[in-house]
């Protein structure tokens, strides 16, 4: 499935996107820098009902967020390879138990250890202009 969209469209690609995700827990982010991997992820878990602020994990690998789902406290990690070598330095750094706990896991730069992500739904980000993006998923 490929979406053109604007970056002002976020809110109503990010509903979308959870309607085509299915039961999809683990999603791979594709794309070059300042695509939008980041922020798009905001939206998708704004729209997921997480409160707090979405940052990027450059530094820290793992942000970990809550949200609500039928009534329950759930978890959701947001992760960014960028700075890893390989999936060595990946699973040192706990995305292997991340990717392993059920809970959704978002990943930036899954290029970096890509043995570790091949179940993942691969979503690609492309820049088709200064206000616009495309997004395949799958």
């Known amino acids: ?36 991997k980041t922020t798009t992820i905001a939206a998708l878990c704004a729209a997921r009902g997480v409160a707090s602020a979405v940052s990027s994990p450059t530094f820290s690998i793992i942000n970990e967020y809550g949200y609500q789902e039928d009534g329950q406290p759930r978890r959701l990690y947001h992760m960014d ?10 699973i040192n750094a706990g995305v292997e138990d991340a990717l392993e706990s059920g809970a959704l896991c978002f990943v930036e730069w899954p290029e ?27």
């Open 81 to 90: 390879l960028y700075r890893l070598r390989d999936a060595d330095e990946a």
């Open 1 to 36: 499935m490929t979406i053109d969209y604007r970056l002002d469209e976020l809110p109503q690609l990010a509903r979308r996107f959870w309607e085509a995700a299915g039961a999809a827990r683990v999603f791979a982010f594709y794309g070059p820098m300042g695509a939008g």
């Open 112 to 138: 970096k250890a890509p043995e570790l992500l091949e179940d993942a739904l691969r979503i690609t980000i492309e820049v088709t202009g200064p206000q616009m993006r495309r997004m395949t998923i799958g």
